[in-house]
């Protein structure tokens, strides 16, 4: 593989000097500031919002119909178009998970089911939603293309129990995926 080697940014005087950057980044918000006073925020140009900041009145109106395409949510079990469970219980997405979020067994696949090629399937499979940070390194690491990022926001349990979403929960959300999806890169 060849390496391509990238070159350090040379840094100006001006960017040597923090404070410039640092006035920059205060105009920025500034400007923000007064967008939203005068109820041009981009909250309300782009998600119907209130007009003030990025806030709009919640729950009478929800984000659902302005996620923009690459939104990151909920993570979720999918099925292939036969309704097989595509996880194979490789455990890769539990090693990865910088939160320790996710938990799997892996279990036996049942003779005569039309994934009985497949060494393993998952007999359990949990995530738990108060540790989840949505950094999708178990959509980018799944070899199955098994597990993915959903739209769902609205997480909202009661209790530490009701967090934790169990193999039925993961599946319900992510449904049935058809064919093979290309993830971040459309070129994979
Ligand atoms: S979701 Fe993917 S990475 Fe995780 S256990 Fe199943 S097949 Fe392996
Ligand atoms: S999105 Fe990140 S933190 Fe959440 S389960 Fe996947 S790997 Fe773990």
Known sequence: ????????????????????????????????????????????????????????????QRWDDHLPSY??????????EDGRERCVSCQLCEFICPARAIRVVPGS????????????????FEIDM??????????????????FLSQQYLITPTDRKQAVRNKEQLYRLGGIRKGLIHKWNQFK
Do not use: W
């Open 71 to 80: 939104y990151r949510g909920a993570p979720a079990l999918v099925r292939g």
């Open 109 to 124: 696949v049942a003779p005569g089911s039309s994934c009985s090629k497949q060494e393993k399937a998952p007999a359990e």
């Open 130 to 147: 108060l540790r989840c940070i949505y950094c999708g390194m178990c959509q980018e690491v799944c070899p199955e293309q098994a597990i």
């Open 1 to 60: 593989m060849a390496y391509i080697p990238v070159k350090r940014p040379k840094f100006s005087i001006l960017d040597r000097i923090y404070v410039v950057e640092l006035v920059r980044g205060l105009g920025i918000t500034l400007k923000h500031l007064v967008l939203s006073l005068l109820g041009k925020s981009r909250s309300k140009k782009d998600f119907n919002g209130a007009g003030i900041g990025a806030c709009m009145p919640f729950p009478e």
